[in-house]
């Protein structure tokens, strides 16, 4: 699969799962290594439209009360 392959190629995209039925991918990446706009450009320059759907919750702890 060509998006899944552009995308685990880039340093520090550590996995990419793609459906592209769905018309989306899941990536776990290194944000200090790779940005969400690197990712996007590999995306369109295979000729699909690169978005962001959404970002992952916070990794804050939780808080006390």
């Known amino acids: 699969m060509a998006v899944k392959k552009a995308l685990e190629g880039l340093k520090g995209v550590g996995r990419a799962d793609?459906?592209?039925k769905?018309?989306?991918a899941v990536v776990t990446f290194d944000p200090e290594q790779v940005t969400v706009a690197q990712m996007i450009e590999a995306v369109d320059r295979l000729g699909f439209r690169g978005a962001l759907?959404?970002?992952p919750p916070s990794a804050a702890?939780?808080?006390s009360r």
């Open 22 to 24: 769905a018309k989306e």
């Open 61 to 63: 702890p939780p808080t």
């Open 53 to 55: 759907k959404s970002s």
């Open 18 to 20: 793609v459906s592209l």
